[in-house]
């Protein structure tokens, strides 16, 4: 629990016999980074070039840094373990005997309250309870959709499948949330709704960003975006804002694949969507005009050319009050705490990653970002500030490497 970036990029890189300036060589930066970092005189390193690492390595960042993949609290009724269990559904498969003898499944109508519930939670960062419940709530959906296999629920199946997806990639299990969304699509389908699948699609961009396969992630969601792009004089609101989540989600690995001029064009273009739609809330999710303008942000960070000077220009548009979800929200400041350090500002910084570890104590352990950023503020402090080591210890990071 307590080795090092650097230990652990040691361990990956003997495991792969590979040299330091072989490894440097894949990932295009520099041996004495990865020196400094592996003899512990360098206790992190930027986040793109933490980033650029782990995929020369072939793993995932959350584990090269060390991201937590457990919730604050266990319940009694789930748990992480449990939603595997209900993501990996034994009974779906052919010719698996299963036990019959289930309880008898909650009505539609209560179903159905349940997984707006359940969206409400993710969006809350309530991730402990919501791990609680919702391995329970899939079960139930199964039970209801099959007594009553009406496209209403079907599609309210495919959107609780759509926040285990959410849930398992944020606690670190990208391969659990990639067989959820199998699920969520092939529920849509079964909902007759293309607006769901193509919120499956988002998802799926989210998920493969998650696990390091930019290309892929980018490519699926332009081509659904190209395959449900509205007439803008007739589109209804809801038919906008899957079209605009999907560039949105198209940009993201975009810029992390140095493709800015893309990432770009694809924000441009949902942002005129943004504006037509106006603030939606459909599909588990939200799109509006501010929810485009938080991801210019997050793009211009992104990538081998980290432009921080931009970044926070752009946050100058950024009302934070117009956020509707909380940890969009907390998301949006963990980018803006970034470009703050990287223009020099670090007590900035400092008080923005406070402000939200204050709001989203739970949620903050599991961004990737907060983490890295942290660890390259004690690195370069010159003095001891309690502050920022208490939240360090928070989050898991060891002052002494």
Known sequence: MNTSIGDRIRCLREFRDMTQEGLARRAGVSADTIRKLEQGVRQSARINTLRALA?????????????????????EDGGLIALRDAIQDIGA?????????????????????????AAAMYWQGQYSELSGTLPLLLRDGRAVVRENPTEPVWQQLALAYQIAASLAAQ????????QAVERQLAA??????????????????????????????QAIAEKKADELEPSFRRATPDHLAVYGSLLVAAATPAARRDRHDDAVHLLTVAEAAAIRSGQ???????????????????????????????ALRHAGRVDIREISRPVHCAHYRVDVAQAQYQTGDGSGALATLLEVEAEQPEWIKFQALATATVREMLEAERRRNTPLRGLAARLGVDPTG
């Open 55 to 75: 995929r020369a390595l072939d793993v995932q960042l959350e584990r090269l840094v060390g991201q937590p993949t457990v919730t604050r609290t266990i319940s």
């Open 188 to 217: 849509a389908r079964r909902a007759s709704d293309p607006l769901m699948e193509g919120m499956g699609v988002s998802t799926l961009s989210w998920v493969l960003l998650r696990q390091g396969r930019w290309e892929q992630a």
């Open 93 to 117: 498969l052919p010719g698996v005997p299963v036990d019959d003898d289930v309880e008898e499944p909650p009505g539609a109508d209560v179903w159905i309250a349940s997984v707006k519930t």
């Open 171 to 178: 606690s670190g299990h990208a391969d659990w949330a990639f």
């Open 280 to 310: 939606v809330h459909a599909y588990g999710s939200a799109f509006s005009p501010v929810d485009v303008r938080t991801q210019k942000v997050n793009v211009l960070l992104a990538g081998s050319e980290s432009r921080p000077d931009e």
